[in-house]
């Protein structure tokens, strides 16, 4: 984590000091930030305006502490503030250390799970003010953001957040759910808000909170020189006929023949999708029932690429090999499991 710690007086140096032997590692950058005055003890120096100092360090940290009153973090960081999704944690602490308030991104920037281990290395208190929190109700939005899960829609996690203060909200999954459910989630199918754990682009409630995790894996071939457009195209079409959310999509394959296929690696980068090239006799290793091709046996070593690049990830195959524009592309889901504990 990448953390960056305010200080604004001597003894608040101090606490700084402190705050950053707790929260960072000997391998962490975690730079101290004081007025000019302060600065020969070790610290980075602010140039004013404070808001202008903090703009770069609000975009680039995971996390911001101020050491000081409320009121001077909240000037610093107000013109930056944009969106919880995106928004560092911010967590302003008192100079004695005896109070660890977090301000900003209590859930999924994970302010409150910062302040609560902060708070403990200082024998301080955590003042959490999240309603979940304080009523011992899950936080969904944090959970989400812990695991890795896209969440599809903010206003539904707001919806879920409201509905699970009065009473349960059922939970449904496309994948085994382990372990006891947190207070005030039911498992349940239906309802007027619920949660939902899927790879698909499924909303089984009148408002549906959709959870994604990755865990699609696409095997893809084509013809040398596709273009990215056409790529593009099959993919897409692809997904949006079987219904799989592109936030599921973990990581996409395919033969080593094509790891200079400008058109693969352009869609690719575009998407935000790592990919993985696998020789003719690891694919041939793949264990399954696949589609075979003489022509691409020919081609590239091994009957097939797509469904068995998409599996050698360790998945199940949902979509077979499906072709259009000299693309191929299949896709597998990997094992997953709900958990709530740990």
């Known amino acids: ?31 101290i930030y004081a007025p000019e005055r302060l600065a020969g003890e070790g610290a980075v120096p602010i140039e004013p305006p404070l808001a202008a100092f903090v703009g770069p360090v609000f975009r680039q940290r995971d996390a911001l502490i101020f ?4 009121g001077i973090a909240v000037r610093g960081i107000a013109p930056h503030v944009r ?12 100079e004695l250390a005896r109070f660890v308030i977090p301000l900003l991104s209590g859930h999924i920037g994970g302010a409150n799970a910062l302040a609560e281990r902060l708070a403990e290395a ?7 003010t999240t309603a979940t929190d304080i009523n011992g109700r899950f936080s969904v939005d944090a959970w989400a953001a812990e695991r890795g899960l896209y969440i599809d829609d903010m206003k539904a996690a ?16 496309d994948f085994p759910v382990v372990g006891k459910l947190p207070p005030g989630v039911a498992a349940g ?30 095997g893809v071939g084509c013809r040398r020189g596709t273009a990215a457009a056409d790529i593009r195209a099959l993919v897409e079409e692809t997904l949006e006929a079987h219904q799989i959310h592109p936030a599921a999509v973990k990581a996409v394959g395919s033969i080593d023949l094509k790891q200079d296929e400008p058109g693969l690696l352009a ?3 575009e998407r935000g999708w790592p990919i993985e090239f696998y ?23 091994v009957d097939n690429v797509c469904e068995r690049a998409a599996v050698l990830g360790g998945g199940e195959l949902v979509i077979r090999k499906t072709a259009g524009r000299g693309v191929t592309v299949a896709a597998a889901i990997e094992r997953y499991e709900v958990r709530f504990d740990g």
Not at 122 to 128: H, Q, S
């Open 279 to 301: 020789t003719a006799s690891q694919l041939e290793a793949a264990e399954g029932e696949f589609t075979p091709s003489d022509f691409v046996r020919r081609t590239t070593g």
């Open 1 to 31: 984590m990448k953390l960056a710690v305010f200080a604004f007086s001597r003894r608040g140096l101090e606490t700084a000091g402190r705050v950053r032997a707790a929260l960072a590692g000997p391998e962490d950058d975690c730079p």
């Open 158 to 173: 707001k919806a879920v957040s409201a509905a699970i203060l009065e009473g349960p909200v059922p939970l449904c999954s």
């Open 122 to 128: 200082l024998g301080a208190t955590a003042a959490t």
């Open 189 to 218: 199918e239906s309802g007027p808000v619920g949660i939902c754990v899927s790879w698909r682009q499924r909303r089984p409630f009148a408002t549906t909170l959709l959870l994604v995790p990755q865990a699609a894996r696409l």
């Open 83 to 94: 969106d919880k999704t995106v928004d560092p944690a911010v967590l302003s602490v008192d």
């Open 67 to 70: 050491v000081g009153a409320c």
């Open 267 to 269: 869609y690719c980068r």
